[in-house]
C-alpha cells in the first residue's frame, strides 16, 4: 500500500483560504443623500457587512466607495505577510463600476487621464486597492440573489437613516 504525503505546505494552504466573496451597492436619493454597503464572505461563507452614509454625493460614487470600502477591509483583515495571496470575487450590479475594474481604469492610468474622469479622486483610491489585491469583478442583476438582495436594501437603509 503506498502512502501520500502532502505537498501543501504551510503558504499554499493559506493561499487557498485567502479567496472572499464581495458582494456591493450603492444608493443615492434626489437629494444627494447617498448609503454604500458591501458584503464579505470568506471560504467558509462567514459573513461580514459594512455600510455606510454620505452627504452631497452620486449613485455612481456610492456604488465605487462600497466596492472601495469592501477592497480596503479585506486587505486589512488579513495578516501581512499573507495579504499578496488575496483573491476576491467582486460582484456589483453597476457596469459603470464593474467595466471600469476590468476594462478602463488601466487605460486611464496609462494614459495619464485619471485625473480627468469623473470621481477620480475615488478611482485614484480605487488603483491603490486593485494594486494591492486580485479582483475579478462580475456585474450581477440587482437584487438576483439574497446577497445582491441585502447588499442593496443595506445601502437603501443607511442613505435614510437620521
Do not use: H
Request: aromatic residues 10%; proline residues 1%; contains cysteine.
Amino acid at each position: 500500500m503506498t502512502e501520500f504525503i502532502s505537498s501543501i505546505t504551510p503558504e499554499r494552504k493559506k493561499k487557498r483560504e485567502l479567496k472572499y466573496t464581495l458582494y456591493t451597492d450603492g444608493s443615492c436619493d434626489q437629494n444627494k443623500v447617498g448609503g454604500w454597503a458591501s458584503i464579505i464572505l470568506d471560504k467558509n461563507e462567514k459573513q461580514f457587512t459594512i455600510s455606510g452614509k454620505e452627504e452631497d454625493t452620486t449613485n455612481n460614487r456610492m456604488e465605487m466607495m462600497a466596492i472601495i470600502e469592501g477592497l480596503n477591509w479585506v486587505y486589512s483583515s488579513v495578516d501581512q505577510k499573507y495579504r499578496k495571496y488575496i483573491t476576491i470575487t467582486l460582484f456589483s450590479d453597476s457596469i459603470y463600476c464593474v467595466n471600469t475594474i476590468k476594462y478602463w481604469i488601466t487605460k486611464w492610468e496609462k494614459d495619464g487621464s485619471v485625473e480627468t474622469r469623473p470621481n477620480s479622486d475615488l478611482l485614484k483610491q480605487l488603483i491603490e486597492v486593485l494594486n494591492k489585491v486580485n479582483v475579478e469583478a462580475r456585474w450581477i442583476q440587482r437584487v438576483s440573489n439574497q446577497y445582491a438582495w441585502s447588499v442593496d436594501k443595506i445601502a437603501n437603509e443607511r442613505r435614510i437613516e437620521n
